[in-house]
């Protein structure tokens, strides 16, 4: 059960956009089509933003959209804002009723 | 609206227990899957455990396979984690969360309760 790997950092303008990548293996996100990304801001509680990929709780602005391609998913935040700035955890379901998590990307609005 | 509640976190010795609660209210818990996950310190999210809507299906991750328990009282709205043996590399901020319901993502989480294991 190892981690899903995401880069450290990513960063961009207001009003631009970014895009964050969670790398796994045909056993976690090439096998299923259960990728979720999370939004957490410091001291609190993560926040759902995409599951299923691509799909987007009721509430979560669509600037939020994720995508998959094989072993890697990808969350694309356009038109970035300030609230925006926050570290971002992709997750996958990996069989078996377990979860497994990225170690983060921390996504800095310039 | 949706609310869940942890509590039991505390300073711990190595080898030592400890059970978390998480009193939910606003759903019918009795519906949905239920999940811990701990988040140590500057460091991503570890799902730890799962437990179905009925409490017979429990699952865990490696790193804490035959220490820890999950169980849920639907009676009294409330999941548990009984945590045995700790270990330093336990210390963390446990969450417990609620299942999207439709789907394997954790749609709402709880404001978190501090383990540490420390001699």
């Known amino acids: 059960q190892s981690a899903l790997t995401q880069p450290p950092s990513a960063s961009g303008s207001p009003g631009q956009s970014v895009t964050i990548s969670c790398t796994g293996t045909s056993s976690d996100i090439g096998g299923y089509n259960y990728v979720s990304w999370y939004q957490q801001h410091p001291g609190k509680a993560p926040k759902l933003m995409i599951y299923?990929?691509?799909k987007r709780p009721s509430g979560v602005p669509d600037r939020f959209s994720g995508s998959k391609s094989g072993n890697t998913a990808s969350l694309t935040v356009s038109g970035l804002q300030a609230e925006d700035e926050a570290e971002y955890y992709c997750s996958s379901f990996a069989g078996r009723y377990t979860l497994l998590f990225g170690g983060g990307t921390k996504v800095t609005v310039l | 609206q949706v609310q869940l509640v942890e509590s039991g976190g505390n300073l711990v010795k190595p080898g030592g227990s400890l059970r978390l609660s998480c009193t939910a209210s606003?759903?019918?818990?009795?519906?949905?899957?239920m999940a811990w996950i701990r988040q140590a310190p500057g460091k991503g999210p570890e799902w730890i455990s799962y437990?179905?809507?009925?409490?017979?299906?429990?699952y865990y991750a490696d790193s804490v396979k035959g220490r820890f328990t999950i169980s849920r009282d639907n009676a009294k709205n409330s999941l548990y984690l009984q945590m045995n043996s700790l270990r330093a590399e336990d210390t963390a901020t446990y969450y417990c969360a609620r299942d999207l319901g439709t789907s394997v993502a954790l749609y709402y989480w709880g404001q978190g309760t501090l383990v540490t294991v420390s001699s």
């Open positions: 606003g759903f019918t818990f009795s519906d949905y899957f």
């Open positions: 437990i179905g809507s009925s409490g017979n299906n429990m």
């Open positions: 299923e990929v691509s």
